[in-house]
C-alpha cells in the first residue's frame, strides 16, 4: 500500500517537529550542566578574587566576591575573617568588627587557633574595635 504524497509530508512533518523538539531539549540540558560547572568553579574561586581585589585596593569588588563566597559557603562562618578584614580596610571597623569576631568564633569552635592568621585577625579585631568606638 503506497503512501500518498500528502501523508508523507504530514509525517516528515512531525519528524521534523520531534527533530527540533529533541535538539532544543538537548540544548537545554547541554548548557544547564556548563552553567552549573561555570557557578561551582566562581563559588570556588571568589575568595581568592576577593584576595586579589583587596590587594589591588579594590575593597568593594572584594567585598561583593566575599559576599556571593558567603552566601555560597558550605561552612557557616568560612568567609567571615575576610570579610571583617575588607571592611576594615574600607573604612567602616564597626561592620568589620562583627565579622571579625565571627570568624574568630568560628575559629576557636572548629578548634584552628593554631593557623598563623588566628594571631593577626585577634590584633585586626582589636584595632578595628579601637577605631569603632573613636567613630561613635
Do not use: W
Not at 544547564?32 to 557557578?39: A, C, H, I, M, S
Not at 568560612?78 to 574568630?104: I, N, T, W
Amino acid at each position: 500500500m503506497m503512501m500518498t504524497s500528502s501523508l508523507r509530508r504530514v509525517l516528515f512533518g512531525i519528524v521534523v517537529v520531534a527533530g527540533v523538539a529533541l535538539g532544543f531539549m538537548v540544548g537545554v540540558l547541554v548548557g544547564r550542566d556548563y552553567e552549573q560547572k561555570q557557578y561551582e568553579l566562581i563559588k570556588l574561586l571568589a575568595p581568592m578574587q576577593a584576595d586579589e581585589y583587596l590587594q589591588q585596593k579594590e575593597v568593594d569588588k572584594a567585598i561583593s566576591m566575599l559576599h556571593f563566597a558567603k552566601a555560597t559557603e558550605t561552612i557557616a562562618g568560612d568567609q567571615d575573617v575576610s570579610l571583617g578584614k575588607a571592611y576594615v580596610a574600607k573604612g567602616q571597623p564597626c561592620l568589620g568588627k562583627e565579622f571579625l569576631a565571627s570568624g574568630l568564633n568560628y575559629m576557636r569552635i572548629n578548634k584552628l587557633t593554631e593557623l598563623p592568621g588566628y594571631l593577626s585577625t585577634v590584633a585586626l579585631l582589636e584595632q578595628a574595635s579601637a577605631e569603632c568606638e573613636k567613630s561613635r
